[in-house]
């Protein structure tokens, strides 16, 4: 438990929270092609309100990323300034409390992977891949099919449905 907090020492005043974890301590390892965190870096501090718990402060990950529009590998830092968090220790959605500690990291994980870019770009303005010179012809064309008699779509379009 990496980030974990003691319900007694919340007791008495807040609890700081700082530091750095891999992306294999926070199990976040997603199995997603294009982005994969490598590293967390937090800075937190913990408070006790009633029966719950109040997490703010600032998160940031370190990510290996591939551009969805170039496929070049470029690495990113993803953060989130003056994050908050409202963990409930009662009630249904109650975080699980294990000799007074309660775990921080699933909704630290929660926030990362949704925050997390699904269509990473390696800069704003990316074309994509280069085009190809107008010399080469490409493998359907040297083969006798053109991409539009190839198409699914082409294929459909032959359907003639009665109204």
């Known amino acids: 438990m990496i980030l974990g907090v003691n319900l007694r020492h919340l007791e008495k005043k807040a609890v700081e929270l700082e530091g750095e974890a891999s992306a294999e301590e926070l199990d976040l390892l997603t199995g997603d092609e294009v982005v994969q965190a490598a590293r967390v870096f937090f800075d937190l501090t913990v408070e006790k309100m009633d029966r719950n718990l109040l997490v703010q402060g600032d998160l940031g990950v370190e990510a290996d990323c591939e551009c969805v529009r170039c496929l070049k590998p470029f690495k990113r830092e993803f953060d989130w300034p003056d994050w908050v968090c409202h963990v409930a220790l009662e009630g249904e959605e109650a975080a699980p409390v294990v000799n007074d500690c309660v775990d921080l990291t699933p909704f630290i994980r929660e926030d990362i992977l949704l925050g997390l870019p699904q269509h990473p770009l390696c800069q704003a303005d990316c074309r994509g891949l280069p085009e190809r010179p107008a010399g080469e012809s490409s493998r359907l064309e040297s083969t006798g099919r053109s991409d ?14 009665e109204e």
């Open 148 to 161: 539009r008699s190839s198409s699914a779509w082409s294929e459909l379009n032959k359907l003639k449905l």
